[in-house]
Nanobody, 120 residues
Framework: QVQLVESGGGLVQAGGSLRLSCAAS????????MGWFRQAPGKEREFVAN??????IYANSVKGRFANSRDNAKNTVHLQMDSLKPEDTAVYYC???????????????WGQGTQVTVSS
């Protein structure tokens, strides 16, 4: 079983950048597909991006603005978020699973989330 802890959220103006990190413990992230999801108030949790040894998938809404990376040596994944928009405001969650599917139910382990707020 893997434990996940997100960090790096905060308040930023539109057009700014943030870098989220997800530190894993218990098992190596190389065993998993690592995903990022977000949930805004009153909305369902939505897929943002995932990454595995063979590639990465991005939601259309973040493609070209967000970049996923993983550091297997530090057992950490990162989400670099550039050109942020107010509609990116949400709680961002890190997740781990064994599928490249882009739905939340496909992931088995979750972090507690980190708040990202983008002001206009």
């Amino acid at each position: 079983q893997v434990q996940l802890v997100e960090s790096g959220g905060g308040l930023v103006q539109a057009g700014g950048s943030l870098r989220l990190s997800c530190a894993a413990s218990g098992r190596a992230i190389s065993n998993y597909v690592m995903g990022w999801f977000r949930q805004a108030p009153g909305k369902e949790r939505e897929f943002v991006a995932n990454i595995w040894g063979g590639g990465s998938i991005y939601a259309n809404s973040v493609k070209g603005r967000f970049a996923n990376s993983r550091d297997n040596a530090k057992n950490t994944v990162h989400l670099q978020m550039d050109s942020l928009k107010p509609e990116d405001t949400a709680v961002y969650y890190c997740a781990a699973g064994w599928t490249t599917r882009t739905v939340a139910v496909a992931y088995n382990y979750w972090g507690q989330g980190t708040q990202v707020t983008v002001s206009s």
